[in-house]
């Protein structure tokens, strides 16, 4: 195919452009001169138009040598194709117009000659001309619009600061975290750490040792020593019944009993089962650690109190007895029981939950340290205890079914050395009795008629009111009448005249109803109370029975011969031991008491409540009547004139005191049988110690019991206290029915 010719293009201004012969080597495959290079290259725009360009080698003078205008530094900018894409070429032309305008002000042409088009071989078809569309004539100068400034294109994100904003929004992020824990680790800790504490809580209760009950020489009555309870946790243990036999030898509970209590149960009023059931308490130290030795499941031991009582029975009806949690239930237990109980301590701790159930180290803990019980000193002197128990059930063994109180008070101090009642039991296993009356204590509880040992009072009345002397001497009866009640001696006097130890020795009840109508009611009931009767003593014993005195006003006509001879009239055996312990006491009334001091916590002792003490009688009126009550244990003038008492009198000392004979009423009604009884004191011209002795038996064999049981208590006692006998081994002769 012939070459085609191409004839040089002319612009818009009819300058003509071609190529130029300064240009660049010859193309190697046209052989045709070379071009000017990629800067003389036709560029065309997206709408194909040209980039207006200077005129050519004319427009500079023939043939000079071409010189290329020095681009801005956005020509070698890589992204300005895609940017002259973007803005649709306008740019382009922009900048075109710029280059012409700058080229004609400095005189500077630009010629941009075209590559020749290549040649098609010879089989190739030739290549289809592009058409483009008509160009518009070009407008002059003057004509065209301004250039406007170019768009600047968009600058691309530095990473300089991509990086610095990165590294600040990480440290602010990392500031916040460090704040906020901070304020968690200090500020907030307390608050969030006590948000699951009572999940992790263990609360365990440090027993206070119970205070302990010592007689006055500090010989311990009931103590307590440290032990183990055992426990089982039903949840937990799959052959209850292999369990409790494996126990049983070593608890001394039957396996059966053992047997039930690890059954498991709901707790009453929920759903959850129960996982906490006593299965012994009190178990000793050694016995516990041969039972987790055995390593049974859900079995286990903690911490425990256990009461001990070294004498069993020993003044058990006095001192009571506690609960397996050392609550006191009976007795002085029970009365000073918040006394002797202390005020338990208490752990709380965090621990771990499941097989980590231990404490946590350096987790929350707070002990509370238990505050021992105090401890309480009595009058009570153990072994006097002891022989007086022995003593009064040695005679009660005469009787059936019933009941006996002895009461040892010394002189002048009012303390009870001894306080006995019968039946007893052992405060280590209370319930083993025939009825809970049997675990009262009788000297304080047991209310009777106390008979003809009332007279010592109405005499005592009649010496102090002047309505009678030691000498005074008048004829007595054997009956006397009153209200319609005939009242009898048991030695009738016949008339005779009789003495006022005559009186008491041979207990006339016609002479005592006789002194008493001159003394009158008033002065009677004025001092009864005096001597204590008819209010509680205030010993200390809880439920002391405060007795009965019938109102003047209330007397019928019976009433004026019962009343002086102890009938219509109720007290207790302490309450007539103080109203004897005055006349001991030269005539002042000492309150009888049993608590001799407190024991505290740090040993320190405190004295007791101080006794009240009244007077009563004078001196004088107080000798003369102990001198009076000697011929009750003296006089013996031969059959049907012996006195009352011979059978308490004790060798080698002088002993004052009278007998009595009355009734008991329960609930208002009159028991069978008699109360007998003997109260005492010695040595008669100082008494040390006054002795009581109450025995009520329904069959009435009692008579030949409370006598000989306060010879051979009074006996002990003054042999035990080291009390010397008396100077004169006999008493002053009495005559009973003076001439």
Do not use: C
């Given at each position: 195919?012939?070459?085609?010719?191409?004839?040089?293009?002319?612009?818009?201004?009819?300058?003509?452009?071609?190529?130029?012969?300064?240009?660049?080597?010859?193309?190697?495959?046209?052989?045709?001169?070379?071009?000017?290079?990629?800067?003389?290259?036709?560029?065309?725009?997206?709408?194909?138009?040209?980039?207006?360009?200077?005129?050519?080698?004319?427009?500079t003078?023939?043939?000079?040598?071409?010189?290329?205008?020095?681009?801005?530094?956005?020509?070698?900018?890589?992204?300005?194709?895609?940017?002259?894409?973007?803005?649709?070429?306008?740019?382009?032309?922009?900048?075109?117009?710029?280059?012409?305008?700058?080229?004609?002000?400095?005189?500077?042409?630009?010629t941009v000659?075209?590559?020749?088009?290549?040649?098609?071989?010879?089989?190739?078809?030739?290549?289809?001309?592009?058409?483009?569309?008509?160009?518009?004539?070009?407008?002059?100068?003057?004509?065209?619009?301004p250039?406007?400034?170019?768009?600047?294109?968009?600058?691309?994100?530095?990473?300089?600061?991509?990086?610095?904003?990165?590294?600040?929004?990480?440290?602010?992020?990392?500031?916040?975290?460090?704040?906020?824990?901070?304020?968690?680790?200090?500020?907030?800790?307390?608050?969030?750490?006590?948000?699951?504490?009572?999940?992790?809580?263990?609360?365990?209760?440090?027993?206070?040792?119970?205070?302990?009950?010592?007689?006055?020489?500090?010989?311990?009555?009931?103590?307590?020593?440290?032990?183990?309870?055992?426990?089982?946790?039903?949840?937990?243990?799959k052959?209850?019944?292999?369990?409790?036999?494996?126990?049983?030898?070593?608890?001394?509970?039957?396996?059966?009993?053992?047997?039930?209590?690890?059954?498991?149960?709901?707790?009453?009023?929920?759903?959850?089962?129960?996982?906490?059931?006593?299965?012994?308490?009190?178990v000793?130290?050694?016995?516990?650690?041969?039972?987790?030795?055995?390593?049974?499941?859900?079995?286990?031991?903690?911490?425990?109190?256990?009461?001990?009582?070294?004498?069993?029975?020993?003044?058990?009806?006095?001192?009571?007895?506690?609960?397996?949690?050392?609550?006191?239930?009976?007795?002085?237990?029970?009365k000073?029981?918040?006394?002797?109980?202390?005020?338990?301590?208490?752990?709380?701790?965090?621990?771990?939950?499941?097989?980590?159930?231990?404490?946590?180290?350096g987790?929350?803990?707070e002990?509370?340290?238990?505050?021992?019980?105090?401890?309480?000193?009595?009058?009570?002197?153990?072994?006097?205890?002891?022989?007086?128990?022995?003593?009064?059930?040695?005679?009660?063994?005469?009787?059936?079914?019933s009941?006996?109180?002895?009461?040892?008070?010394?002189?002048?101090?009012?303390?009870?050395?001894?306080?006995?009642?019968?039946?007893?039991?052992?405060?280590?296993?209370?319930?083993?009795?025939?009825?809970?009356?049997?675990?009262?204590?009788?000297?304080?509880?047991?209310?009777?008629?106390?008979?003809?040992?009332?007279?010592?009072?109405?005499?005592?009345?009649?010496?102090?009111?002047?309505?009678?002397?030691?000498?005074?001497?008048?004829?007595?009866?054997?009956?006397?009448?009153?209200?319609?009640?005939?009242?009898?001696?048991?030695?009738?006097?016949?008339?005779?005249?009789?003495?006022?130890?005559?009186?008491?020795?041979?207990?006339?009840?016609?002479?005592?109803?006789?002194?008493?109508?001159?003394?009158?009611?008033d002065?009677?009931?004025?001092?009864?109370?005096?001597?204590?009767?008819?209010?509680?003593?205030?010993?200390?014993?809880?439920?002391?029975?405060?007795?009965?005195?019938?109102?003047?006003?209330?007397?019928?006509?019976?009433?004026?011969?019962?009343?002086?001879?102890?009938?219509?009239?109720?007290?207790?055996?302490?309450?007539?031991?103080?109203?004897?312990a005055?006349?001991?006491?030269?005539?002042?009334?000492?309150?009888?008491?049993?608590?001799k001091?407190?024991?505290?916590?740090?040993?320190?002792?405190?004295?007791?409540?101080?006794?009240?003490?009244?007077?009563?009688?004078?001196?004088?009126?107080?000798?003369?009547?102990?001198?009076?009550?000697e011929?009750?244990?003296?006089?013996?003038?031969?059959?049907?004139?012996?006195?009352?008492?011979?059978?308490?009198?004790?060798?080698?000392?002088?002993?004052?005191?009278?007998?009595?004979?009355?009734?008991?009423?329960?609930?208002?009604?009159?028991?069978?049988?008699?109360v007998h009884?003997?109260?005492?004191?010695?040595?008669?011209?100082?008494?040390?110690?006054?002795?009581?002795?109450?025995?009520?038996?329904?069959?009435?064999?009692?008579?030949?019991?409370?006598?000989?049981?306060?010879?051979?208590?009074?006996?002990?006692?003054?042999?035990?206290?080291?009390?010397?006998?008396?100077?004169?081994?006999?008493?002053?002769?009495?005559?009973?029915?003076?001439?």
């Amino acid at each position: 195919m012939p070459p085609r010719s191409e004839e040089p293009r002319r612009d818009a201004t009819g300058s003509r452009r071609g190529s130029s012969p300064g240009g660049r080597g010859a193309d190697p495959r046209s052989g045709e001169p070379g071009v000017g290079g990629i800067s003389d290259a036709r560029a065309y725009t997206p709408r194909g138009r040209t980039i207006r360009e200077g005129g050519g080698a004319a427009r500079t003078g023939g043939g000079a040598e071409q010189r290329r205008t020095p681009r801005t530094s956005r020509s070698g900018d890589p992204f300005r194709p895609a940017l002259q894409v973007l803005d649709g070429g306008r740019a382009g032309a922009a900048r075109a117009g710029r280059r012409d305008t700058a080229g004609g002000r400095s005189g500077v042409v630009r010629t941009v000659s075209a590559r020749p088009a290549r040649e098609p071989f010879d089989d190739e078809a030739p290549a289809p001309r592009r058409r483009t569309a008509p160009r518009r004539p070009a407008r002059p100068a003057a004509a065209r619009r301004p250039a406007r400034k170019p768009r600047r294109p968009p600058k691309l994100a530095d990473p300089r600061r991509r990086l610095r904003l990165g590294t600040l929004l990480a440290l602010a992020l990392f500031a916040t975290i460090g704040v906020r824990l901070v304020f968690l680790q200090t500020v907030d800790t307390p608050a969030y750490a006590d948000g699951g504490l009572t999940n992790r809580l263990t609360v365990v209760e440090l027993p206070a040792p119970r205070g302990a009950i010592y007689d006055w020489k500090g010989e311990p009555l009931a103590h307590s020593v440290e032990a183990r309870y055992v426990f089982a946790d039903p949840t937990k243990i799959k052959d209850p019944l292999a369990t409790a036999k494996l126990l049983s030898p070593l608890l001394g509970v039957q396996a059966s009993e053992l047997a039930e209590k690890m059954k498991e149960r709901t707790l009453p009023g929920t759903t959850t089962k129960s996982q906490f059931e006593y299965l012994a308490r009190g178990v000793d130290i050694d016995k516990a650690k041969q039972i987790m030795a055995l390593e049974l499941a859900g079995i286990g031991t903690h911490r425990d109190e256990k009461r001990v009582v070294p004498g069993g029975d020993l003044a058990a009806n006095l001192i009571g007895f506690t609960s397996p949690d050392m609550n006191g239930l009976e007795g002085l237990e029970a009365k000073y029981d918040d006394l002797l109980r202390g005020q338990p301590g208490r752990k709380r701790y965090e621990a771990g939950q499941g097989a980590l159930a231990a404490p946590i180290p350096g987790g929350y803990s707070e002990t509370t340290q238990a505050k021992p019980g105090s401890s309480l000193g009595l009058t009570i002197d153990r072994d006097l205890q002891f022989q007086a128990q022995r003593i009064l059930s040695t005679r009660m063994a005469q009787t059936r079914d019933s009941v006996g109180a002895a009461v040892i008070i010394e002189v002048p101090s009012g303390e009870v050395r001894a306080q006995v009642s019968y039946p007893g039991y052992s405060a280590t296993e209370p319930t083993k009795v025939n009825s809970p009356s049997d675990r009262a204590d009788a000297a304080t509880s047991f209310v009777v008629d106390p008979g003809s040992i009332h007279k010592a009072i109405t005499y005592g009345a009649a010496l102090q009111e002047g309505v009678i002397t030691k000498d005074t001497v008048f004829p007595v009866a054997n009956t006397i009448i009153k209200g319609g009640v005939r009242f009898e001696d048991t030695h009738p006097a016949n008339g005779r005249r009789m003495s006022i130890p005559g009186m008491l020795a041979f207990s006339s009840n016609v002479g005592t109803i006789e002194i008493a109508e001159k003394l009158g009611p008033d002065r009677l009931i004025d001092y009864q109370k005096r001597f204590g009767l008819g209010q509680p003593t205030g010993e200390g014993m809880p439920g002391e029975a405060s007795g009965r005195l019938l109102p003047a006003d209330q007397w019928s006509g019976s009433a004026h011969g019962s009343v002086p001879i102890g009938h219509s009239v109720d007290a207790t055996p302490l309450q007539m031991a103080a109203a004897y312990a005055a006349i001991a006491n030269d005539g002042t009334y000492v309150q009888p008491h049993l608590i001799k001091d407190v024991i505290g916590p740090d040993g320190k002792r405190t004295p007791g409540p101080k006794p009240v003490t009244r007077p009563v009688l004078s001196p004088q009126n107080a000798a003369a009547l102990r001198t009076m009550l000697e011929a009750v244990t003296t006089v013996d003038e031969g059959p049907g004139e012996r006195a009352t008492g011979l059978a308490a009198a004790v060798p080698g000392y002088r002993v004052a005191g009278k007998t009595g004979t009355g009734l008991r009423y329960v609930d208002g009604k009159q028991q069978p049988g008699e109360v007998h009884s003997f109260i005492g004191m010695a040595p008669a011209e100082k008494p040390r110690y006054v002795v009581a002795v109450f025995v009520w038996s329904p069959g009435g064999e009692g008579g030949g019991v409370a006598a000989p049981a306060f010879r051979e208590m009074m006996g002990f006692t003054l042999a035990h206290y080291r009390v010397p006998a008396s100077p004169t081994n006999k008493s002053p002769k009495f005559e009973v029915f003076p001439r």
